[in-house]
RNA sequence: GCUGACGUAGCUCAACUGGUAGAGCAGCUGAUUUGUAAUCAGCAGGUUAAGGGUUCGAGUCCCUUCGUCAGCUCCA
């Protein structure tokens, strides 16, 4: 018998027979740790606690405080879900069941969909498997074999199908139900404590609509009681920031489906506010930045997203042809613009272009309208009638690379350093369907790439997410419930120039091709104040809130001296608001509180005797700070001017 | 677009198995003049998403359309 050396975290060594199991190591390095192990960790490679380790390696014992600790169990959790599946529903057809962030998910091949009682029956019976202590056993087998193993499965036949032949078919069991799985898996079905099934939907087999649709059960899994306490409860926190409430609650905005139709969004004067700052904040940056501003025309002839590429390719999500001009049989087809790209690269073609001009970069805050899918529509988050803080960068491939250097600044000045925003960047490489060979994307994806390790940024890759003119850096960022959505981003394009015929003149007198550079910094006005709303509950730092002081006198006696001061607030330009309305002062403020404005200005005898105010701030309850409206005024607008994000 | 759930006053929610659509908050009017998170009273508010059907009778049952929510797909 050979002896082997396991090289565990702490650096220690042991000595132990080759083929000695992680359970079996476990119970030597002590009685607690065996029956906390879940899993190991053999030089890198998470591995079921059953499997024997043959060779030296390094060693770690998984246990509910390892991070690989809460996927495995999830993934465990999904089997344990199929199981109680299957023994309820004897045909149905199993699809994929893995752990994702916070939980799981199963996919079913059901004849009918699941109801919300089947879903109780089925937690009930996922308790019952829990209770019953299944191990879950691994095996590996012939692809014969597998083959007759899942002869009543042809979602895994299909999956057995694509497998190389140079791939390990592995089989888990626990007690009865069997499921094709790499692994691995918690010991047994009884350390499965403290889950919930939390809803089903329909998902696709394969994530493609054209193939039938699958009931999709998700549920969360936690080894503790007080984490998924914990969890629940935070979903039901993230729902209160939701920005379709708050929108509503603060009087922001109003999407009136019946009267105009979904994804058009009425911008209420508070909301207003907000968008109005925003675009202002984002066109004094690119103006300091060398950027140039234009305005376009919202309609076009359709030919001009033909030349473009955007037909046919995106014509689905474009507004249908609208009638123009002549009528009578010469009239000219129209479209509403979904996109500025081909606009702005006119403004660029209306003149002769020297390198010496280049980068020419041409901004505008505009509104486009895509015809979006009905079931992606979501609050502000997904719309039909958006505003984009777009621009396009004429330059040459030389200047490329530090132009996206200069938007990546620009990302970092107007989203992550005045909110704090976490970002995810991801950079989307050729798509199926493009434009352009391989040659011209090899060089864009490396201008990408160069551009962000440069800024030291680390980036994801989506393989074939790009756009058919280009390749992107996508920046996303997580909304209250903890979903993704795409803000930045920035294109490079080396097929609008070819296809709009672009040209500059060099040092030598003769034609090159431009670049273009598409890039947003916000993304969409709307999607973007949605995750403001979201990210602060409702409650804008000073220089974003639509109403920054409300001015509240206690009684008739101080209206006049109220309103007066209200009145040179605003003259000094803060947004302040009166409220000598004849509820009591308490109903008064709790209105103010609760509609989030940061400062409360109280006017009594006292105030108006000294010049003064009693500031309350927003979430401060009744703390109050007596001062002088000269140095208060003074307070407020250094904390507009700063963009200070407030305690 | 697809699967499922859902749609009652501006908002949150009632109305037993089909039998007179109701309450709180918000709104309006009046009284109250208030010192740091809801003063009191009265009034008004609805073609129960829209359209069709079954029935003596439909918010409730059936069909169609529109929309909302969750997820899938898509996102120039």
């Not at 499997?51 to 169990?73: F, G, Y």
């Not at 994801?460 to 997410?465: A, N, Q, S, Y």
Request: hydrophobic share 40%.
């Amino acid at each position: 018998m050979t002896t082997i050396q396991l090289t565990l975290p702490d650096g220690s060594v042991r000595e132990v027979e080759s083929g000695t199991t992680g359970s079996e190591l476990a119970a030597l390095i002590g009685p607690g740790l065996a029956k906390a192990a879940l899993a190991t960790v053999v030089d890198g490679t998470l591995r079921d606690l059953a499997s024997p380790i043959s060779e030296a390696a390094q060693v770690a014992i998984v246990t509910d405080r390892s991070p690989e600790a809460l996927p495995l169990l999830r993934h465990s959790a999904a089997h344990v879900l199929a199981t109680a599946v299957r023994e309820l529903f004897p045909t149905a057809a199993i699809g994929f069941g893995p752990a994702i962030e916070d939980g799981f998910y199963y996919d079913f091949d059901v004849p009918r969909p699941f109801t919300p009682e089947d879903l109780e029956a089925i937690e009930t019976k996922m308790r019952e498997v829990v209770e019953r202590d299944y191990a879950f056993v691994r095996e590996e087998v012939e692809r014969t074999e597998a083959n007759t193993r899942f002869a009543d499965d042809p979602l895994k036949l299909e999956r057995i199908e694509e497998l190389g032949s140079d791939e390990v078919i592995s089989i888990y069991t626990d007690g009865p139900f069997v499921d094709l799985c790499r692994g691995p898996h918690v010991p047994t079905t009884g350390r499965l404590k403290h889950f919930k099934l939390l809803n089903t939907a329909g998902a696709y087999w394969r994530g493609d609509e054209r193939r039938q649709m699958l009931q999709r059960i998700y549920g969360t899994a936690w080894f503790r009681k007080e984490d998924l306490d914990g969890y629940l409860h935070r979903l039901e926190e993230a729902r209160k920031r939701d920005h379709r409430v708050l929108g509503r609650d603060l009087d922001l905005f109003s999407i009136q489906q019946d009267v105009v139709g979904p994804g058009l969004v009425f911008w209420h004067p508070k909301g207003a506010m907000i968008k109005w700052l925003l675009s202002r904040a984002v066109e004094d940056d690119n103006l300091a930045s060398g950027y140039d501003l234009v305005y376009t025309p919202n309609v076009t002839r359709e030919e001009l997203f033909r030349i473009s590429g955007h037909i046919p390719l995106y014509e689905e999500n474009q507004y249908p042809v609208m009638g123009a001009g002549a009528g009578e049989g010469d009239e000219v087809r129209h479209r509403v613009k979904p996109m500025n790209c081909p606009m702005h690269t006119l403004v660029y073609k209306h003149h002769h272009r020297s390198y010496r001009d280049l980068p020419v970069r041409l901004s505008e805050v505009a509104n486009v309208y895509r015809n979006e899918k009905s079931g992606t529509l979501h609050g502000l988050m997904r719309v039909r009638g958006l505003c984009m803080d777009d621009a396009h960068i004429f330059c040459t491939p030389e200047q490329a690379e530090d132009e996206i250097f200069l938007c990546l600044d620009q990302v970092e000045r107007l989203v992550r350093e005045p909110f704090g925003f976490e970002l995810d960047f991801e950079v989307s490489t050729r798509p199926e369907e493009r434009l352009g060979d391989d040659e011209a994307w090899e060089m864009a994806e490396g201008i990408l790439r160069r551009a962000l390790e440069r800024k030291e940024i680390p980036f994801r890759v989506d393989e074939g997410g790009g756009a058919f003119y280009g390749p992107k850096i996508d920046i996303k960022f997580k909304d209250a419930i903890g979903r993704f959505w795409q803000g930045p981003t920035i294109q490079l394009d080396f097929q609008l120039p070819e296809r709009f015929d672009l040209e500059y003149t060099g040092p030598d007198n003769a034609p090159h091709r431009p670049v273009m550079i598409h890039r947003a910094i916000y993304g969409t006005l709307e999607r973007f104040i949605g995750l403001l709303i979201e990210h602060f509950a409702g409650a804008f730092p000073v220089w974003l809130a639509p109403e920054q002081v409300r001015v509240l006198p206690i009684s008739d006696e101080q209206a006049e001296a109220a309103r007066d001061i209200a009145q040179r607030m605003k003259a000094a330009g803060i947004r302040a608001v009166l409220d000598a309305g004849h509820e009591t002062l308490n109903y008064r403020i709790r209105e103010a509180e609760t509609q989030k404005v940061p400062y409360m200005a109280v006017v009594g005898r006292r105030e108006v005797e000294g010049g003064t105010l009693a500031v309350r701030e927003r979430g401060a309850g009744s703390k109050q700070t007596v001062m002088l409206l000269d140095d208060f005024v003074s307070k407020v607008l250094e904390e507009t001017r700063s963009r200070r994000l407030g305690d």
